[in-house]
């Protein structure tokens, strides 16, 4: 219920809107006409971009995690933190 209200706020409200998989993708185009990028779980990193970015920011590499997901109640966020804490 929740989620159905989000997907149809998002369109009038977000700048960009993500997909993770095409079929969301798909839907977002059918039922609302609004573009989304489409970013897939995984990565493969064929290059390396330098440290610009991290240098600019004060930033020092290897010490983040990105974590790519929904709040709902099935993703215990709560175990990436203290998992997180940990490292």
């Known amino acids: 219920m929740v ?3 989000c ?3 998002a369109p009038r409200t977000a700048n ?3 997909s993770d998989a095409r079929g969301i993708q798909e839907r977002y185009k059918k ?3 609004v573009d989304t990028i489409f970013v897939p779980y995984g ?3 064929v290059r390396d971009e330098g ?3 991290l240098d600019k920011w004060g930033l020092q590499p290897d010490q983040y995690i990105l974590m790519w997901g929904a709040l709902f109640r099935k ?3 709560d175990l990436l933190i203290n998992a997180f ?3």
């Open 51 to 53: 440290r610009d970015a």
């Open 75 to 77: 993703m215990p966020i």
């Open 43 to 45: 990565a493969n990193i």
């Open 85 to 87: 804490n940990r490292v």
């Open 16 to 18: 960009v809107i993500v």
């Open 7 to 9: 997907e149809r706020l």
């Open 31 to 33: 039922l609302y006409n």
């Open 3 to 5: 989620s159905k209200k």
